[in-house]
């Protein structure tokens, strides 16, 4: 998800959408501690997808 997604979304939706990545990257570590994942750079971008949408977060209750 890009940054300019990210500031599109009004501050519920971003709520919903951080609980959402949160559970697939927590999902993607269960997978990938039982089984390798095909691709585990997936783990990289879910995370960096959870620092954005975070960072969005605390940003705009800073303003």
Do not use: C, F, W
């Not at 390798?36 to 209750?61: D, F, I, S, Y």
């Amino acid at each position: 998800m890009k940054q300019s997604e990210i500031r599109e979304l009004s501050t519920t939706e971003l709520q919903q959408k951080l609980g959402e990545v949160k559970k697939q990257y927590a999902d993607l570590k269960i997978a990938h501690a039982v089984t390798p994942l095909e691709n585990p750079l997936q783990l990289r971008t879910v995370r960096r997808t959870v620092a954005r949408l975070a960072t969005e977060l605390t940003k705009r209750e800073l303003q």
